[in-house]
């Protein structure tokens, strides 16, 4: 069937299921006129909108013009006025007698089971781009991956990019990391990263997209990257830090002098990530520092910050000096979550402190608190399917590591001279197919985040290639 008799089709369909619906469910008199109506019906069912492209919507009238219709669509908990066209809109049913309006005609996609008020296929809509960071930090959240999506949002050209973080935070063997377990040195690698969305975006996209950061988890050297943005939000149970064993680093004896001089060095770039995005460096402080004290206050709506203890009830401890025996957080503490040693942002503190603008479970509140709910594009990317990929190929090179190293290991240089040759041959050829491997993934094995117990480095390939080479040199037939 052609796409215009498609169209025909559908139409005579709805205009039948209209016609009935105003048997059933007469307009009452006085609710429309060309002018502006309040609509203030409390008890009456749900209006539906029957669109001319086969959409349907239901909600609740809210105004009425001779050209525009506004009306309110509800999101889970969330009520969002839109405004429609009217030209735009088939038939429109008022306070229907049930839940559920006619249903669509075959082939015609019913708004009633996705009712974000999401405008697609708008070329005047913001263009909205979503990319999940996910998995560890170093292995999963790593540069090429993140080059590699934001190369395919590139090509989409979007006015809006939110990124979602929500790293795996585990120890080595699997088991859930505490808040209290802390990897301040993976701030390089969130140094790495950072000049990715900085700097390149501007310079290879040729303009900078507005840029959301949404924090389920950002923990350990994730938690860096959103303070380089003014703009994030945190999910219900979103956490920020795992940062706090800075001054352990460095051990606490010796000259203090010289110890501050390293802190400070250690500090440096992050506080400086976080001037850049507008935060009080002094969050970050707290956050690494187990011998730093921060407490806050409300002041007019916003948190002032107080380097000391607090002195009254209306100021909250945010840390105490975890170096001394009285502050020190006790294991029951510390499994409620409730240690002041170091500081770990949840929603409520982040909101508080001012590092988060908005507490949201999904993105459509996302979307309501961006006051993007009303119109915009959310585009069809690659970037779940780069992330995927990314992640089956580590593991994957974990794998055929393992193999080769097995291979290499039953290899045995032994029988005539043309055998000895061809089994050290094999040997060079299994060792650089294993350098092969970790050079591809170098940003991953470089950190000891691939499986590689027993695996010599690319540089201590090269020499024991070189030492199979000279005795193949001095071997005789």
């Known amino acids: 069937m052609g796409s215009a008799r498609a169209r025909g089709w559908v139409v005579s369909v709805l205009s039948a299921v209209v016609a009935a619906a105003a048997i059933l469910s007469p307009i009452p008199a006085g609710e429309a006129s060309a002018g502006m109506v309040q609509d203030g019906t409390a008890t009456r069912g749900k209006d539906v909108l029957i669109f001319k492209d086969g959409r349907i919507v239901e909600g609740r009238v809210l105004e009425e013009t001779a050209t525009e219709i506004r009306f309110e669509v509800k999101v889970g908990t969330i009520a969002a006025p839109t405004v429609y066209r009217k030209a735009d809109i088939l038939e429109v049913q008022r306070g229907a007698a049930t839940d559920a309006p006619a249903s669509p005609a075959p082939g015609v996609r ?13 070329p005047g809509a913001p263009g909205i781009y979503v990319m999940e960071m996910t998995g560890r930090i170093g292995r999963d959240i790593s540069v090429t991956p993140i080059r590699n999506v934001l190369e395919d949002a590139r090509q989409h050209k979007p006015d809006v990019l939110i990124v979602v973080i929500d790293n795996a935070w585990q120890f080595g063997d699997g088991r859930d990391a505490p808040d209290d377990a802390a990897s301040f040195g993976q ?3 969130a140094e790495d990263i950072e000049p990715i969305f900085t700097q390149e975006i501007p310079q290879k996209w040729g303009y900078s997209p507005r840029i959301i950061i949404w924090v389920k988890k950002a923990m350990g050297g994730a938690c860096f990257i959103p303070f380089n943005f003014p703009e994030i939000y945190f999910h219900p149970d979103g956490k920020m830090g795992g940062i706090g064993n800075l001054i352990f680093q460095y051990g606490n ?17 992050a506080r400086g990530m976080a001037n850049h995005g507008g935060y009080d460096p002094r969050i970050v402080t707290a956050m690494a520092r187990t011998d730093y004290v921060l407490s806050y206050r409300m002041v007019g709506g916003r948190a002032e910050l107080l380097e000391r203890l607090p002195e009254g009830p209306n100021e909250f401890l945010l840390t105490n000096d975890g170096t001394k025996d009285e502050f020190k957080d006790t294991i029951q503490a510390l499994a409620r979550g409730e240690g002041k040693n170091t500081l770990t942002l949840n929603a409520k503190v982040a909101r508080d402190l001012g590092v988060s603008k908005g507490t949201v479970s999904n993105l459509d509140e996302l979307l309501f608190e961006l006051q993007l709910h009303r119109r915009h594009n959310l585009i069809e990317g690659r970037a779940k399917q780069i992330w995927e990929r990314w992640g089956k190929d580590i593991t994957e090179g ?15 240089v032994q029988g005539d001279y043309n055998q000895r040759s061809a089994a050290r041959a094999q040997q060079i050829r299994t060792l650089q197919r294993i350098q092969q491997i970790l050079k591809r993934f170098e940003e991953v094995a470089s950190l000891g985040l691939m499986e590689l117990e027993g695996v010599p480095s690319p540089q201590e390939i090269d ?15």
């Open 110 to 122: 019913d708004e009633r089971r996705d009712a974000s008020p999401r405008v697609t296929g708008d």
């Open 187 to 189: 701030i390089f690698i």
């Open 398 to 412: 974990d794998r055929e590591i393992r193999r080769l190293m097995q291979e290499f290991g039953r290899i045995q």
């Open 253 to 269: 004896t010796g000259d203090e002098m010289v110890r501050e001089k390293l802190f400070s060095a250690g500090m440096g770039h």
């Open 463 to 477: 020499v024991i290639i070189e030492q199979i080479r000279q005795e193949q040199m001095k071997d005789k037939r």
